[in-house]
């Protein structure tokens, strides 16, 4: 059974990656969805694109991603 750091990981990870999606790959704009650097989130996208593969989707409005 995973741990719960394990699960915070793998939300991390999902939450991420749908954000990238919603903002049309632009890390940027996905940084400024999730209001973090973008050089935090090149990190942590890095640490989590070979280890995590989304298996839901989650509810990220491309319009917001767009927002400055």
Do not use: F, Y
């Not at 400024?32 to 973008?38: A, D, E, H, I, V």
């Not at 280890?51 to 990220?60: A, N």
């Amino acid at each position: 059974q995973p741990t719960i750091k394990e699960m915070s990981r793998s939300l991390e990870g999902m939450v991420i990656a749908e954000a990238i999606k919603a903002s049309g790959d632009n890390i940027s704009a996905a940084a400024r969805l999730l209001n973090t650097p973008r050089q935090t989130l090149a990190r942590k996208w890095a640490e989590h694109s070979e280890e995590t593969k989304p298996t839901e989707t989650l509810s990220i409005s491309s319009k917001a991603a767009r927002k400055s």
